[in-house]
């Protein structure tokens, strides 16, 4: 007589957080200001406020923004500024850095707001594989917010998760 097959896992009182499910949906745009700089390396005020003036910002109505200069120039913190003047309205977020600073700024944010009482004393498996972009710093934002609660807290999956935490 052969036993009958349980699946303890699904069984189990085990929470899976799976970040991917908090990923903001929306396009990405790395605006690179060094085509703004004279000879790609000097900002010259004048210019650059008239080119930020005349310059179509619709065209990033509703996107997540990241500002750089992919040149060596040193680029006063004004500029930046500048730019979001003409950002804040149309873009959904503006960060200053590359696409995985512009990540780890909405996961932060996200996950400020996430509440975990719902994983008091839970044993917590986070997911570890995504198919989108989810920053380290996801991660460490995440399991500092449920280290208080959770009764033990995990990385990957069911199946073969690798224990970080047990109180």
Not at 22 to 40: H, N, S, T
Not at 135 to 145: F, M, V
Request: hydrophobic residues 45%; charged residues 25%.
């Amino acid at each position: 007589m052969a036993e009958e097959i349980v699946n303890r896992i699904a069984n189990s009182k085990l929470v899976t957080i799976d970040l991917e499910d908090y990923y903001p949906v929306g396009e990405r745009v790395v605006f690179d200001i060094k085509d703004w700089l004279l000879e790609g390396f000097v900002l010259r005020e004048k210019d650059f406020r008239a080119t930020a003036k005349a310059y179509d910002w619709a065209r990033f109505e509703g996107k997540y923004m990241a500002l750089t200069c992919s040149s060596d120039a040193i680029i006063p913190g004004w500029a930046y500024m500048l730019l979001n003047t003409y950002l804040a309205p149309v873009a959904k977020k503006v960060v200053v850095g590359d696409l995985e600073m512009l990540e780890t700024v909405l996961y932060t944010e996200i996950l400020q707001e996430l509440d975990v009482t719902k994983y008091e004393g839970a044993p917590v498996i986070i997911k570890g594989c995504s198919r989108r972009p989810v920053p380290q710093n996801a991660y460490l934002h995440l399991i500092s917010k449920l280290q208080p609660v959770a009764r033990s807290i995990m990385y990957g999956e069911a199946c073969s998760s690798v224990p970080l935490y047990k109180k």
